[in-house]
Structure formats: C-alpha cells, structure tokens
C-alpha cells in the first residue's frame, strides 16, 4: 500500500522542476560547491552577498558561514554587455543600470534570458528620488549578452550565480543583499568619475555610496543601511 506525505515540497525542490534549473545543478553545482569549499564556506549552511560595478563590469559573488559575520569572496563574473552612462537609474526607459542597496526579490526560472534573478529596483530612495510616476522596474541579473539596463553575465555564469543563490535560501537565507556601484569607489575612482561627471547633486550621491563601500571594504561586513525621508543613504557598522 502506498502512503502519501503531506510534505511540502522544498523552495530548491520546486525550482529543480524546471527544466533550467536542473541543468544549472547539474552543470555548475560541483564547480560552486568547490569554489565555497575553497574561500572556507560551508556549502550547506551559508549566506550569499552580490556586488556590482558598472565601470569595471565585475559582478562579484561574496558568501559566510551562517555563524559568522565576515565574507569571503567566492567568484567574479564580467557583464556580457553594458549600456547606460555611470549614475542611478531615476526614470523607465532611460537605459540606466540602477545604483545603489537592494535585495534579491524574485527567482525567474523561465526567464527570456535563461535564467534570471530580480533586484527590488525602485528602492525606496528610488522611489523618492526617481520620477514619481515612472520610475521603471524589471531589473534583472541574467544570461545572455542583451540589455537595456539590467545586467547580463552569460547562460554560463548565471546557472552558477543561480546555484549560489538558490543553495543560499534553501540553507536557510532570507533575503540575499545585491549592492550596486557606479564604480569600485576607492579615493582615486572617486575623483576620476567625479571629473568625468559634473553633476554636485551625483557628487553628494556617490559620496554617501562610498561610505557604505569602505565599510564593506574595511571589515568584509555588510553595513545597515537606513534611507532618510529625503533619499539619502546612511551606512553603519554591523
């Protein structure tokens, strides 16, 4: 006699019914799996952290133990492609990659571009700063060469970026943090994108991303970040 469970299928489980997917785990999970074992995380109970710069076109991976507080970098992927000029994103249709502290907030594994992970763009100083009525939306991490503001890192690279991030929320993580630069802001960047761009109002801007990246930098720690009811980040030490 056979006896049905109840059970409720895990979030991993219900995404290796799609047909992507599968083949992601079946392709990139040992090359993930070893690059973890290699930066000293523990595949089976970590977080995962995405940084983005968009002058040097790196997408970088960074992952803890559950335990612990500091990263280790684990992989670096080049955007397949890249449009749009340094600066936030403020209006639907103006091309612009999005700058700035968000999450991941949804999993597309139909995507048009193989496989794709969603950034929660308008962040609420999007929302404050960008156009009131049309902000845009629809950014994505993906596969593929194409863009018109998101981000693409080739079918190869996003089965192991979605690996990563799938393993991450089935162990056990909530939200998974994606922060996005106009550059790796170090002293000398910021004075070169600060030269090429005019713009005081992108200065002031720039400056308080800054702030949150050196402590990144500093300690490997995401810092808090809160948004003020004018727009403005504040980054502190964890």
Known sequence: MAFKTTEEPSFKEKQLDFNRVFEAFR????????????????????????????FEEDLEVWAKNRDESKY???????????????????????KQIPEGVYTMSKFNPNSEYFLS????YPNKSDSILGDPYQPGGMIFIHGGCQTIGCIPITDEWIKELYVFCVQAKHTGQEEIP??????????????????????????????QLKKGY???ENSTQIPRTVISPRGEYFFFKN
């Open 27 to 54: 392709d990139s999970w040992n090359p993930a799996n070893g690059k973890l074992k290699s930066a000293g995380v523990n595949p089976y109970k970590y977080d995962v952290f995405i940084r983005a710069f968009k």
């Open 117 to 120: 992970l969603k950034v929660s």
């Open 178 to 207: 994606i922060h996005i630069f106009p550059a790796r802001l170090s002293d000398t960047n910021m004075e070169l994108i600060k030269k090429q761009h005019s713009d005081f109002k992108l200065h002031k801007f720039w400056d």
């Open 72 to 94: 280790n970098l684990v992989a670096t992927y080049k955007f397949c492609n890249n449009v749009g000029e340094l600066g936030p994103k403020r209006k639907e249709g103006d």
């Open 214 to 216: 050196d402590i990144f």
